[in-house]
């Protein structure tokens, strides 16, 4: 699939089961499918996020997230990058209660997810959406507190402490796998559909996510009705996202940003 960099396909489907694949129309509005006016199950789909590098055979990710409404919360979660060997992240409630989080190759080998021990900030690798020079890049080299704190030698040893570029729900993905230590958005916040499914993936990998006041951010994204679904296209959340609390509160302590607060305006074509 592809679409224009500067268009957004993001779309809530409420269906109260699933048959064949939900469809993107191109709209954030939610859509009731089926003969059920009121189902339990929604479905959230962005059928390409970071487009303006997927048009450039870069990166392409797709994500989709059941969440269900008796249980506030989500069930399953996939997030998929068409480019690279590592294909699909998934995180899903088992029938035993417990949440769980996978991995699937292009050679179809699946390996569950379980996140590595924290390491200190010295040695951590933290990414951030910090493409766009102004909105992203600035804020984050501003943080002068955490910069010193990722280049100080401690007592794990030298400072390797690093920051990269990531994007959307796979920058927690690659949280949940071990490929990186953290991401954090401070300065606009993501939107649900950017946010919420890499976020039970991770959550399922034992991960953790706080907000800015330091507070663990809840599966709960209070969909309770369409109105709700609806207001909720319209926030945007900040955070910080770390294979265990210890870091992120480490990372929150280094942190020059305002309290978190969910903000509207979530339109934009990217995080």
């Avoid at 779309?11 to 939610?30: E, K, N, T, V």
């Avoid at 997230?65 to 997030?79: E, H, N």
């Avoid at 951590?124 to 990722?150: C, G, H, K, S, V």
Wanted: net charge negative.
């Amino acid at each position: 699939m592809q679409r224009r960099a500067n268009r957004r396909c993001e779309d809530w489907q409420i269906a109260g089961h699933l048959r064949g694949r939900p469809s993107c129309r191109g709209s954030s509005d939610p859509r009731v499918v089926g003969p059920d006016p009121d189902p339990d199950l929604l479905i959230l789909v962005d059928p390409l996020d970071t487009s303006e590098l997927a048009v450039r055979a870069l990166h392409g990710y797709t994500h989709v997230m059941l969440y269900s409404r008796s249980a506030a919360r989500p069930v399953v979660a996939v997030v998929g990058d068409i480019y690279h060997h590592l294909q699909l992240f998934i995180g899903c409630r088992h029938d035993d209660g417990e949440d769980r989080a996978y991995l699937v190759t292009a050679d179809q080998e699946i390996h569950q997810l379980c996140t590595r021990a924290p390491v200190s900030l010295s040695q951590a690798l933290i990414t951030n959406y910090l493409m766009r020079p102004a909105e992203r890049l600035q804020p984050i080299a501003r943080q002068q507190a955490l910069i010193d704190a990722m280049t100080a030698s401690g007592p794990d040893g030298p400072a390797r402490g690093r920051i990269g570029v990531d994007f959307g729900s796979i920058s927690l993905c690659h949280v949940a796998s071990g490929q990186t230590d953290a991401t954090v958005e401070f300065a606009k916040g993501f939107a649900i559909w950017d946010l919420a499914p890499g976020h039970y993936i991770l959550h399922a990998a034992g991960g953790t996510v706080i907000d800015l006041q330091g507070k663990e951010m809840p599966l709960d994204y209070g969909l309770g009705d369409l109105a709700d679904v609806a207001a909720a296209m319209d926030k945007r959340r900040k955070f910080i996202a770390a294979t265990g609390s210890s870091l992120a509160q480490e990372i929150l302590e280094h942190l020059d940003a305002p309290p978190a607060e969910d903000r509207s305006g979530a339109g934009g074509a990217a995080p």
